[in-house]
């Protein structure tokens, strides 16, 4: 199995939950391992939403959010040239809505935040 934990940040917004990782991967099979990872981990989980970049394969799943998640979080990837990763974010519902936008900020808010903590354990290696 080619699934190795780079960096975990959980983000707290009105009472909601987002557990952002990031993975180093060998091939896009590994995706699967990795949802059902987080679906075991965090079952109360309302979405686990994800982006994908292994080689020339890229995808993404918002997972029925809104505010287009996977595609923020796909953007995160690329911006910093992170290929054979995924990030996936799982979210825990607090009961107060975000809206659209709210949940996109906050995806991207928590994926960034495992990106850099993943960043700065590299540079200081």
Do not use: Q
Not at 35 to 57: F, M, P, Q, S, W
Not at 99 to 124: C, D, I, M, Q, S
């Amino acid at each position: 199995m080619g699934v190795r934990e780079a960096a975990a940040v959980r983000l707290d917004e009105k009472k909601s939950k987002f557990y952002a990782h990031l993975y180093e991967i060998d091939s896009v099979e590994d995706v699967s391992v990795i949802r059902d990872i987080h679906e075991k981990l965090y079952k109360k989980a309302a979405h686990h939403c994800y982006a994908v970049v292994c080689g020339t394969y890229a995808d993404s799943r918002a997972d029925g959010e809104v505010g287009s998640p996977g595609r923020v979080l796909a953007e995160i990837l690329e911006r910093n040239n992170l290929s054979n990763h995924v990030l996936i974010v799982s979210r825990l519902f607090g009961g107060i809505k975000l809206g659209p936008a709210g949940v996109a900020r906050a995806f991207r808010e928590a994926g960034n935040g495992a990106v850099t903590e993943y960043l700065e354990r590299r540079k200081a290696l």
